[in-house]
């Protein structure tokens, strides 16, 4: 073979041969399928097609498809095929299997509870300890046994129905299990259980007393230093029903009285146990009346602040007087000494809210200054006022605690209300609830608001109004200064042209002639700006935009002195600034032709995003005197002194570059 078929060939890795290497492979490992050869015996058979097997280093899970042989727990196989990722950790899809016999199954692992939570021996048979708390159907022949483990509880689902199970509730057991557990998305576990497949791996190792026969205890001595170790054998008390709710809680008032103290001889000896009330979880609801008298079993458990019976069976029960509630202050709801007991605040208590919770409703009460939480389990809302003063009744719940020194101290506790009769109005909320005030000073608040509006309209209205009758005050002065100028100022000027007209028919002295045509030039030139100053009094209306009206007045000056147009596009200014700049275009084109003896003027137009230029510029002879002196006007001269004060009044700057013989060029700057 060359050297180039050995270098293209690949060699395949070795296989997995032990279960070890298989459970603890990093799961991109295999999800690369890496082959397996392992040899281990079956501790567990899954209906589904599941195997579980163990070696001497550790248990896997193996997978067929699309089927299985019919495999027993014991046998020895060989297995071959390829690792796969798993739920919780790899296993293996099967290709191919060899039963090589049967013998014993793997042995079992002692474990305790942490040993299944942190998954230490998941997937294989382990021997477990613990004290049988329920035995209930889990699907068609098939049981879940609860197993107390400690201060834990565990399930071991059972592939046998309960029928067929002996006496196992209150009896301490010994199981052989395979470990298994609920495993989420994440590949992690989030609970425990355990697997059997019949009741020949369950053994009782101390059986159970039955309920009937087991001494009526105190409450008050549950869990009391001295007792057996946990978990602890079911106990029986006797007491009055004060309240039972659909989800298979009951509280009962315990009638048992306390042992007396051992010692009463000396002065120091503490007062005598209370007999308290005690909360109790059924294992299925029961029917029970408050008043009766009942005798329960259950496990003493500690749930919250004083001891309770959990996984609970009602014996037997006699018909009892309605119980009373015992009259509680403040201090004394909230010290712990009547948890589990049903109290009546002596103080009122003003209810503040109430909302659905899971289980019915929940109640923000407000008494003496103090919060307190109660709770309805019931399914209509309480037919109450917010802000009504009421009397409480209800079952007290001391719902968290906190550790000073050596004692836990109750930190906060609620009511847990039996039915609505347990709150008693004792007056009626005042008209003005803060929700009402609340909607009250929204509206105001309103109100205001679209009086401000209203007012703020008016004001832009009449502020329009004002402009508005300003506009036409303006307009109507401007028409009768027009028609002042029209019907005497301008009529005398036409009837002093007509009599210069005359004056030139007549035989005269050149000299005389000369003076008659100047005076006759000047006249007419005095008509047209008569005209214009007319014509621009009365366009007020629809103002021409700045370049037209700057072409209007070339046009107009065509008539005395050829005018340029250099008008770019500007953005639109105000109709008071187009005019201003119209004017002083104007009195610029007259200087001009009045005084520098131009023979053509340059009117440009044009504009950046910041500032617009106007420029106007002649050929004309210019000027050589001060420029500061010539610009600011001299007697009896106001035209520049006029285009300084229409620039100030646009907020625009004007200036004269001039020399002798170069002509006169006057710029306007403006900002936009």
């Given at each position: 073979m060359s050297l180039h078929g050995f270098a293209g060939a690949q060699t395949p890795p070795p296989p997995l041969t032990r279960a070890i290497d298989i459970r603890t492979l990093p799961y991109e490992r295999s999800l690369e399928k890496p082959p397996v050869d392992l040899t281990a015996t079956?501790?567990?058979?899954?209906?589904?097609?599941?195997?579980?097997?163990?070696?001497?280093?550790?248990?896997?899970?193996?997978?067929?498809?699309?089927?299985?042989?019919?495999?027993?727990?014991?046998?020895?196989?060989?297995?071959?095929?390829?690792?796969?990722?798993?739920?919780?950790?790899?296993?293996?899809?099967?290709?191919?299997?060899?039963?090589?016999?049967?013998?014993?199954?793997?042995?079992?692992?002692?474990?305790?509870?942490?040993?299944?939570?942190?998954?230490?021996?998941?997937?294989?048979?382990?021997?477990?300890?613990?004290?049988?708390?329920?035995?209930?159907?889990?699907?068609?022949?098939?049981?879940?046994?609860?197993?107390?483990?400690?201060?834990?509880?565990?399930?071991?689902?059972?592939?046998?129905?309960?029928?067929?199970?002996?006496?196992?509730?209150?009896?301490?057991?010994?199981?052989?299990?395979?470990?298994?557990?609920?495993?989420?998305?994440?590949?992690?576990?989030?609970?425990?259980?355990?697997?059997?497949?019949?009741?020949?791996?369950?053994?009782?190792?101390?059986?159970?007393?039955?309920?009937?026969?087991?001494?009526?205890?105190?409450?008050?001595?549950?869990?009391?230093?001295?007792?057996?170790?946990?978990?602890?054998?079911?106990?029986?008390?006797r007491g009055t029903v004060l309240a039972?709710?659909?989800?298979?809680?009951?509280?009962?008032?315990?009638?048992?009285?306390?042992?007396?103290?051992?010692?009463?001889?000396r002065e120091d000896v503490p007062e005598p146990l209370k007999s308290p009330s005690v909360a109790i979880r059924l294992t299925s609801p029961t029917a029970l009346t408050p008043g009766h008298e009942a005798e329960i079993t259950g496990f003493p458990i500690m749930a919250g602040f004083s001891a309770s019976l959990a996984d609970a069976q009602v014996l037997s029960t006699t018909p009892g007087d309605e119980p009373q509630a015992d009259e509680v202050s403040l201090k004394e709801f909230q010290d712990g000494s009547h948890d589990a007991d049903l109290v009546r605040l002596t103080t009122p208590a003003v209810l503040n809210d109430?909302?659905?919770?899971?289980?019915?409703?929940?109640?923000?009460?407000?008494?003496?200054?103090?919060?307190?939480?109660?709770?309805?389990?019931?399914?209509?809302?309480?037919?109450?006022?917010?802000?009504?003063?009421?009397?409480?009744?209800?079952?007290?719940?001391?719902?968290?605690?906190?550790?000073?020194?050596?004692?836990?101290?109750?930190?906060?506790?609620?009511?847990?209300?039996?039915?609505?009769?347990?709150?008693?109005?004792?007056?009626?909320?005042?008209?003005?609830?803060?929700?009402?005030?609340?909607?009250?000073?929204?509206?105001?608040?309103?109100?205001?608001?679209?009086?401000?509006?209203?007012?703020?309209?008016?004001?832009?209205?009449?502020?329009?109004?004002?402009?508005?009758?300003?506009?036409?005050?303006?307009?109507?002065?401007?028409?009768?200064?027009?028609?002042?100028?029209?019907?005497?100022?301008?009529?005398?000027l036409a009837g002093l042209s007509l009599r210069l007209d005359a004056a030139t028919t007549r035989p005269l002295e050149d000299k005389a002639r000369t003076l008659l045509e100047t005076s006759r030039s000047l006249v007419s030139r005095i008509q047209s700006e008569a005209r214009n100053l007319v014509s621009d009094l009365r366009e007020t209306e629809h103002p021409p935009s700045l370049p037209e009206a700057l072409q209007a007045l070339a046009e107009r000056t065509r008539d005395h002195l050829p005018v340029v147009l250099d008008l770019q596009p500007v953005p639109p200014v105000p109709p008071h600034v187009s005019h201003h700049l119209r004017m002083i275009a104007q009195e610029t084109i007259t200087n001009a032709i009045k005084h520098a003896q131009a023979t053509e003027i340059t009117l440009h137009l044009s504009a950046t995003p910041a500032q617009l230029l106007l420029r106007i510029s002649d050929n004309g002879r210019g000027f050589v005197a001060d420029t500061e002196a010539e610009t600011h006007g001299k007697p009896g001269h106001f035209g520049c002194i006029g285009i300084r004060e229409r620039c100030r009044k646009i907020g625009a700057e004007a200036e004269w570059q001039s020399a002798a013989g170069e002509g006169t060029v006057v710029s306007v700057r403006m900002n936009l």
């Open positions: 079956i501790g567990f058979v899954e209906s589904n097609g599941t195997c579980f097997v163990q070696d001497a280093t550790a248990g896997t899970h193996l997978h067929f498809r699309p089927g299985r042989p019919g495999l027993r727990v014991g046998d020895r196989v060989q297995v071959k095929g390829t690792a796969m990722p798993g739920l919780y950790f790899p296993g293996v899809d099967v290709t191919a299997l060899s039963v090589l016999g049967h013998e014993a199954p793997p042995a079992a692992i002692p474990a305790v509870y942490d040993d299944l939570a942190t998954g230490r021996y998941h997937y294989q048979r382990v021997l477990v300890e613990g004290l049988g708390r329920t035995l209930a159907p889990l699907d068609e022949n098939r049981s879940l046994l609860r197993l107390a483990m400690g201060s834990r509880v565990i399930e071991v689902r059972v592939d046998s129905p309960p029928e067929s199970a002996p006496p196992l509730v209150d009896a301490r057991l010994r199981i052989i299990a395979l470990a298994a557990g609920g495993i989420n998305d994440r590949r992690q576990l989030v609970f425990p259980y355990l697997r059997v497949t019949d009741w020949s791996d369950v053994s009782v190792i101390t059986t159970a007393s039955a309920p009937e026969a087991q001494p009526v205890t105190s409450a008050a001595t549950l869990l009391q230093f001295g007792t057996a170790d946990e978990p602890h054998n079911r106990v029986r008390i039972a709710f659909r989800d298979g809680r009951v509280f009962l008032r315990d009638s048992t009285p306390p042992p007396p103290p051992r010692d009463t001889s109430f909302f659905r919770s899971n289980d019915g409703f929940e109640l923000r009460l407000t008494s003496a200054g103090v919060s307190i939480r109660a709770f309805l389990l019931e399914s209509q809302a309480p037919s109450l006022q917010i802000g009504s003063s009421c009397e409480v009744t209800g079952i007290c719940l001391v719902e968290s605690s906190t550790d000073k020194g050596f004692r836990s101290q109750p930190e906060r506790a609620s009511l847990l209300l039996r039915s609505p009769a347990d709150l008693r109005v004792l007056s009626s909320a005042p008209f003005w609830t803060a929700k009402r005030l609340t909607l009250a000073i929204a509206l105001l608040l309103g109100v205001i608001l679209l009086t401000l509006f209203w007012i703020t309209q008016q004001r832009r209205q009449i502020t329009r109004l004002q402009a508005k009758i300003v506009q036409q005050a303006t307009l109507d002065e401007r028409q009768r200064i027009a028609r002042e100028f029209h019907d005497t100022l301008e009529q005398e």
